[in-house]
Antibody
Framework: EEQLVESGGDLVQPGGSLRLSCAASGFTFSSYAMNWVRQAPGKGLEWVSVISDSGDSSYYGDSVKGRFTISRDNSKNTLHLQMNSLRAEDTAVYFC????????????????WGQGTLVTVSS | EIVLTQSPGTLSLSPGERATLSCRASQRFTSKFLAWYQQKPGQAPRLLIYGAAGRVTGIPDRFSGSGSGTDFTLTISRLEPEDFAVYYCQQYESSPLTFGPGTRVDF
């Protein structure tokens, strides 16, 4: 069974840092581009970042560019999101999500999702 | 950035009725890279439709997508009790990837 399990969410002070992880199983992780998508409490969905299957290219949403870094370890089937200079508006549930293989590039829809991990930025 | 607008914000219907959800883009698409998701409280979103009209394997055929250019539609032909949820459209025509604000379908 395909599965994505996020971890690392926590309460952190403004200006702080946090690293999220997403463990993948049940599929060939290294063959898929992977994304982070977030959802603030009671709000809609916001795409955060994508990384290619090999990890050699990545893209970010404007609200996190320069502060967040996406990475992956294909030997460990794990996706990461390093979040620095955190702000109150970064408070959200962070989902990892997979880009389908039918997409030629890294941009796509999201055919598999984890259950999310909550990041709270507050003093 | 492509901005997606969804209407209505809330759709109040009963089981058995037909639901028509709209998603309008701020720029004309050259592709049909538009997806629809269903999200229930406390759950991750679930992909229903990709490529504007492609139904994901396992999704009931009462769900259908259509549209092109700037106007896209998700239709639920006969609502089942489990269909009451929030529905989001998402474009992957260009970066940044963006979602619409959602349509809530409730009783």
């Amino acid at each position: 069974e395909e599965q994505l399990v996020e971890s690392g969410g926590d309460l952190v002070q403004p200006g702080g840092s946090l690293r999220l992880s997403c463990a993948a199983s049940g599929f060939t992780f290294s063959s898929y581009a992977m994304n982070w998508v977030r959802q603030a409490p009671g709000k809609g969905l916001e795409w955060v970042s994508v990384i290619s299957d090999s990890g050699d290219s990545s893209y970010y949403g404007d609200s996190v560019k320069g502060r967040f870094t996406i990475s992956r370890d294909n030997s460990k089937n794990t996706l990461h999101l390093q979040m620095n200079s955190l702000r109150a508006e970064d408070t959200a549930v962070y989902f990892c999500a997979r880009t389908p293989r039918r997409m030629v590039g890294v941009l796509g829809d999201f055919d598999s999702w984890g259950q999310g991990t909550l990041v709270t930025v507050s003093s | 950035e492509i901005v997606l607008t969804q209407s209505p914000g809330t759709l109040s219907l009963s089981p058995g009725e037909r639901a028509t959800l709209s998603c309008r883009a701020s720029q004309r698409f050259t592709s049909k890279f538009l997806a629809w998701y269903q999200q229930k409280p406390g759950q991750a979103p679930r992909l229903l439709i990709y490529g504007a009209a492609g139904r994901v394997t396992g999704i009931p055929d009462r769900f259908s997508g259509s549209g092109s250019g700037t106007d896209f539609t998700l239709t639920i032909s006969r609502l089942e009790p489990e269909d009451f949820a929030v529905y989001y459209c998402q474009q992957y025509e260009s970066s940044p990837l963006t979602f619409g604000p959602g349509t809530r379908v409730d009783f």
